[in-house]
């Protein structure tokens, strides 16, 4: 015989109802004693009733924030098509998600989402976050409220996120150094530009990058890191600055946008094919530049992946408790060239 809510509360010692809120995450349960509770459940085999919590959804929807950075980008656009399309299949089981974009890497702005959905009563986040210390404090207060955060794209330090979802950055990092040292074939001075230091995986990809490169091709030359704040203007002037001081130029690695302005620099420079390009994201944009011979390598990490999975993953533990098999969901690391683009 299937065990109930009301034998696990009577093995608890508790109420129905701080069963069913330490289970469901329904509500305020002080953490040793939802920990009590999901273990006895977890020791009887005991399941929810799947059925009739869906009904319950419907009467009374679990909404689910969804926050993004840099929401003007190509890879974001992408992005929030996986989300929408999650949006889309949870709603059907009567849950909402809230999304909400922001245009540039702001935490201050971000904190102001994260405060704006918790009033419109949310029970579970997602977010591309910035790596701060005013947002780390608000969210593990949120989390010590009973509500989950998951982290995708890039993650945030010190923080007690349910999960992180998006690219390894080091392994992804460490497959540019290999494909630029192939390309300049371990010889010459290479330009590195990342977005915004204050996004974590920006500034982990441009420092993974560099360690692995000059480690295999200790002839490498690095110029001083570019940051173009995910913008291709900044970064077509960022080109232009650089060959201007170096016109040997050889290699440039993007390690987040602004790869159209990169690719504008070279064709008014005339070094298409002489200076090698290695970057991120199988966009539109990206992948016609590829085919024209302006990029020689791009990382696709999957975006659609990682603004769907963060929905499913926040709505599979809301709706039955149990949380990720892993702490980090790495997606791929997929190589594209003119030739299988």
């Known amino acids: ?27 305020r349960v002080k953490p040793e004693v939802a920990e009590r509770i999901r273990r006895i459940a977890k020791e009887q085999g005991y399941e929810p009733n799947r059925i009739g919590r869906a009904l319950a959804l419907t009467k009374k929807p679990i909404k689910i924030g969804v926050i993004v950075q840099s929401a003007q980008t190509s890879f974001i656009r992408m992005l ?32 102001e989402m994260v405060d704006e ?34 982290t995708f794209n890039a993650d945030i330090s010190g923080t007690k996120r349910l999960c992180f979802i998006g690219q390894d950055d080091r392994r992804s990092s460490h497959t ?12 010459g001075k ?13 500034s982990r990809r441009a420092a ?14 690095f110029l001083d890191l570019a940051l173009t704040q ?13 060959v201007a001081q170096h016109p040997d130029l050889a290699g440039i690695f993007i390690a987040s946008n602004g790869q159209s302005g990169v690719c504008q620099a070279l064709r008014e420079l005339h070094l298409v094919g002489r200076v090698r390009v290695v970057c991120y994201d199988n966009t539109p944009e990206n992948r016609e530049n590829l085919r024209e011979g302006a990029l020689d390598f ?12 963060p929905v499913m993953t926040l709505f599979q533990y809301l709706f039955t408790g149990k949380k990720p098999l892993e702490e980090y969901f790495f997606t791929d690391v997929i190589i594209k060239t003119r030739y299988n683009i």
């Open 1 to 27: 015989m299937a065990v109930t809510v009301k034998e696990i509360a009577r093995l608890a010692g508790v109420s129905r109802g701080t069963v069913d809120r330490a289970l469901y995450n329904r509500g």
């Open 80 to 111: 929030i098509e996986g989300t929408q399309k999650a949006a889309e299949e949870v709603g059907n089981l009567g849950a909402e998600v809230l999304l909400r974009e922001i245009d540039t890497m702001d935490a201050q702005r971000q904190i």
């Open 298 to 309: 791009l990382l696709d990490q999957n975006s659609f992946e990682q603004g769907y999975q």
């Open 176 to 187: 540019a150094a290999g494909l630029m040292q192939v390309l300049l074939g371990g010889r």
């Open 208 to 221: 993974y990058f560099m360690e692995e490169l000059g480690r295999i091709a200790p002839d490498i030359r």
């Open 190 to 202: 290479v330009l590195v530009m990342t977005g915004h230091l204050s996004n974590l995986s920006h």
């Open 117 to 150: 959905l918790v009033e419109a009563g949310i029970k579970g986040l997602a977010l591309l976050p910035v790596d701060d210390n005013l947002l780390r404090r608000r969210l593990n207060d949120l989390i010590s409220q009973g509500i989950p955060v998951v």
């Open 230 to 242: 995910d913008d291709d203007a900044v970064a077509h002037q960022a080109v232009l600055d650089a």
